[in-house]
């Protein structure tokens, strides 16, 4: 039968191979306008740069990631996301640092790879172009960034863009409000599936995120954090809508959006063209420590 791709990769051939480049080189020009500079990170990293950003009760972790234990029993992991990584190489190469300047703009693409099950637009190893900015908590910067997304698609001919925004607030405000969807689920516990029992006490937000469709039933009527947000973080919240609409972008505020790894803070955003979500960010908390 002869040798085979792994399931849930593909070859990219001579033809398809050029729509990718166009797709990196106007990706690339658009970073550049907004001063976004590459990084390139490994394809590998230590397992708990990945099982310490995202947690032990997501998905990505206990279900998905490709780990392994090397040559030198080290516990290694084929990254499943950009963010961690980049994060992991701010910190050790000190880019906190005074010489550099604020905030630190960064763009990566490349293959990603995550143990699921292969299915249309969805397979093992993948391919993401992301950005990341260090260094400031302005609302300005949120906004750049969901711009700067924008335009990309539409160089991209996409049309029928809708931009959907929310917010987790600060960490004040999701102190609040984990409190409140504790106490809201609580009663339901025997009701809720396996996962969700697990990540109930250790971070509820991921009960939000769930799939089954009784967790989706019974969380449909949970608390908004919207309701929970700080004086702060409204401002901030606000701030960004004011911005957005000085510069023409049309949203939504989705309430319903939720991001439930530990490091997500205040916006978080999709943009989608009939209902599939084209990209997705959100501001992301630096741990140093």
């Avoid at 480049?21 to 394809?43: G, N, S």
């Avoid at 249309?120 to 700067?148: K, L, T, Y």
């Avoid at 409190?179 to 109930?200: C, G, I, M, Q, T």
């Avoid at 971070?203 to 469709?213: C, G, W």
């Amino acid at each position: 039968m002869g040798y085979q791709k792994p399931k849930g990769t593909a070859d990219i051939l001579p033809g398809e191979s050029d729509q990718w480049q166009l797709v990196e080189k106007t990706a690339r020009d658009v970073f550049a306008r907004y001063q976004f500079k590459e990084i390139r990170t490994p394809l590998f990293e230590s397992y708990d740069v990945f099982s310490r950003s995202s947690g032990d009760t997501s998905d990505i972790v206990s279900k998905e990631m490709y780990d392994f234990m090397d040559k030198g029993d080290r516990h290694i992991a084929l990254r499943p996301e950009g963010t961690a990584g980049v994060v992991r190489a701010f910190v050790e190469n000190k880019l906190y640092g005074p010489e550099h300047q604020k905030p630190y703009k960064v763009y990566y693409m490349g293959p990603m790879f995550r143990y699921e099950r292969p299915q249309s637009g969805r397979q093992r190893q993948f391919h993401q172009i992301g950005v990341e900015s260090f260094g400031s908590e302005s609302p300005a910067v949120d906004v750049e960034v969901i711009s700067m997304a924008m335009r990309l698609l539409r160089e991209f001919k996409i049309t029928d863009l809708k931009l959907a925004i929310n917010t987790l607030g600060d960490a004040a405000s999701r102190a609040a409000y984990h409190e409140a969807l504790v106490n809201y689920l609580e009663p339901h516990f025997d009701e809720l599936s396996d996962d969700s029992k697990v990540r109930l006490h250790k971070n509820p937000l991921r009960v939000l995120d769930s799939k089954d469709a009784k967790d989706q039933e019974i969380v449909k009527d949970a608390p908004v954090i919207l309701d929970y947000l700080t004086d702060e973080a409204k401002v901030h919240f606000n701030t960004v809508k004011t911005l957005l609409e000085s510069l023409n972008i049309p949203y939504e505020v989705d309430t319903e959006m939720v991001r439930g790894l530990d490091y997500y803070n205040h916006t978080i955003f999709e943009i989608m063209t009939n209902n599939k979500v084209l990209g997705r960010g959100y501001t992301c908390l630096l741990y140093t420590s």
